[in-house]
């Protein structure tokens, strides 16, 4: 009779397991097959403007290699000679030696224009660059700010659960439209070669800054 | 029977309780929120801590007077009056304070000001976006000089006796005006028989002052030089050099972005990036600093987080007949004074 009884609790034991694995793989597949539409229809992208160019970039994507890559807005670049994207802080020299490079792997390239000034042009290299951001806290310190990072939907594998995004300590990451995937920088008119931040208000803004600078204080601290 | 269902159930709730006891560990070990950092090398951090640090010995200047704030919420440029008034422009508006701080005056304008100068007589000159407008010191409209174009963002202006020079960004050229507005000449275009290389301006920052010898000075802040220049248009010298490592020279990609001449003749130049307001002689030997980035913004090194941040306006310099030094804080919109420490 007690054996019996406990035939009927195992019996009931895997009916019931069965039954919460059934559940839970329908609701989870529910669940996946509605964000699939939802991720169909936006992508993930880094917004310039909030971006601080913490690295995190480089090393949080799942795939081996970042699909982040720095882009460069020509329209905003100073062309300059000396850019502080390029070079290092204590360049030797100013000339494209890689000792004076401030790319751990090289991916900017620097060409003369001719003219009788001395503008320079300065292209990405994509499949060196990793998208740590480096040449970025360089042109936006001394230059006009028109290096940046953007997730690069060529490699992209749009995951429901960006790791990157997660991982972004200014919450730059957002879900934009699949139609308009770039977030780029714009030319100010007025001021020439400034950054858009137009369409943040106040409070975010104040919240950016917040942010950004809590996490400047740990990597100065670190 | 029962021996073999209660192990079953044991190893059933062994194993979940193993299945759990990961999921823990993994969630506590694995960095998801990117608070451990990027775990880069050290060939991927970025540090100006140590350029940005300025010997004590080099500076010559004292903040005695807390700031005067300027209630702008974007502060753009600053001017002296002969009188010692503080001018101010920002905000769709010229302010002006007394040594004291005290807010004396306001003329209201109808757009965002870029620039100014007070003349010996008192009139007031506005650079706007595209055009210069005189004002009495009553704030009447005195005049609307021409406009000077689509792509001109006019970012400096100075005042003689007969002549108003005018710099434009934009064009990267200097306009001389006389001071009923009619343009004079264009100076500082590429010119091969006059040995001029031109403007380099990679960003909005172009500043001009007239010098006590007569002759205009001119930033060529892609170069990292500041040049004479006659009336005429000519070039007669120029002095500047680049480093980021060196105090002497001028750091970045283009600096300086503002400077003023004292009365001895001396410049004071400010630079941005690496924020430094320094002093230079007539010839161009520096002689000392005023205030670096720790002074002015309480950091040594970076001073900035955000691209909003780093973007936003160079500070500017002014002077007056005490050699006392104006700086303009555009980031807090603010006026610090610093004056001369007293050899002993």
């Not at chain 2, 640090?53 to 300027?70: F, G, Q, R, S, V």
């Not at chain 2, 001109?152 to 050229?173: E, M, P």
Request: aromatic share 8%; charged share 25%; proline share 3%.
């Amino acid at each position: 009779m007690t054996e019996n009884k406990n035939d009927i609790n195992r019996r009931h034991f895997l009916r019931s397991s069965l039954w919460a694995a059934g559940l839970t793989g329908l609701g989870a597949a529910a669940g996946f097959l509605s964000r699939k539409t939802h991720a169909r229809n936006t992508v993930w992208q880094i917004d310039p403007e909030i971006c601080v160019a913490c690295g995190n970039c480089a090393t949080y994507c799942v795939l081996e290699e970042s699909a982040v890559k720095c882009v460069h807005a020509h329209a905003i670049c100073g062309y300059c000679r000396i850019c502080f994207g390029f070079f290092g802080p204590e360049p030797a020299d100013i000339n494209e030696a890689a000792e004076n490079q401030l790319c751990p792997t090289g991916a900017i390239i620097r060409k003369y224009m001719k003219d009788d000034h001395p503008y320079y042009e300065y292209t990405i290299d994509e499949p060196l660059c990793m998208g740590c951001g480096k040449c970025v806290l360089g042109c936006n310190t001394f230059g006009n700010g028109s290096l940046f990072l953007q997730v690069r939907h060529d490699r992209c594998l749009n995951c429901n659960e960006c790791s990157i995004a997660a991982a972004c300590p200014s919450g730059a990451y957002k879900r934009v439209p699949a139609d308009k995937p770039y977030l780029l920088k714009k030319v100010d008119t007025v001021r020439n070669s400034e950054t858009d931040q137009t369409h943040l208000s106040k409070k975010e803004k104040r919240m950016i800054s917040k942010k950004a600078r809590r996490f400047s204080n740990g990597v100065d601290s670190a | 029977m029962k021996t073999r269902l209660g192990t079953t159930n044991i190893k059933i709730l062994v194993a979940v309780f193993i299945a759990i006891a990961i999921g823990v560990v993994a969630i506590v070990k694995l960095d998801t929120t990117g608070k451990k950092g990027s775990g880069l090398g050290e060939e991927f951090t970025y540090d100006l801590e140590k350029l940005g640090i300025i010997d004590p010995n080099l500076i010559l200047y004292k903040e005695p007077a807390p700031a005067i704030d300027t209630g702008f919420s974007e502060s753009q440029s600053i001017a002296v009056a002969p009188d010692g008034s503080i001018y101010i422009a920002g905000d769709k508006a010229i302010r002006f304070f007394a040594e004291s701080g005290n807010l004396l005056g306001e003329i209201k304008l109808a757009d965002m000001p870029m620039c100014l100068t007070v003349a010996g007589d008192g009139k007031i000159y506005v650079g706007m976006k595209d055009h210069v407008e005189i004002y009495d010191g009553q704030g009447k409209r005195l005049a609307t000089w021409q406009n000077l174009g689509n792509d001109a963002v006019l970012t400096s202006i100075d005042v003689s006796k007969n002549d108003v020079f005018v710099a434009d960004a934009g064009n990267r050229i200097v306009y001389h005006f006389n001071t009923t507005g009619n343009l004079i000449n264009r100076i500082g275009g590429k010119d091969k028989d006059k040995k001029i290389s031109g403007f380099f301006i990679p960003s909005p920052h172009f500043d001009l002052a007239i010098g006590n010898d007569g002759l205009l000075r001119v930033a060529n802040p892609g170069n990292h030089r500041i040049e004479a220049y006659t009336s005429e248009g000519d070039l007669e010298f120029s002095w500047g050099t680049f480093s980021n490592v060196n105090i002497e020279g001028f750091c970045g990609c283009c600096n300086p972005v503002n400077f003023a001449i004292l009365a001895d003749k001396s410049f004071v130049t400010c630079e941005k990036g690496l924020v430094r307001v320094k002093i230079y002689d007539q010839d161009g030997v520096f002689t000392g600093v005023v205030a670096g980035s720790k002074q002015l913004t309480g950091k040594a090194g970076r001073i900035c987080s955000t691209p909003a941040e780093c973007q936003s306006r160079a500070f500017d310099v002014a002077v007056d007949a005490h050699e006392r030094i104006f700086v303009l804080d555009t980031n807090k919109n603010v006026v610090r004074i610093f004056t001369k420490i007293k050899e002993e």
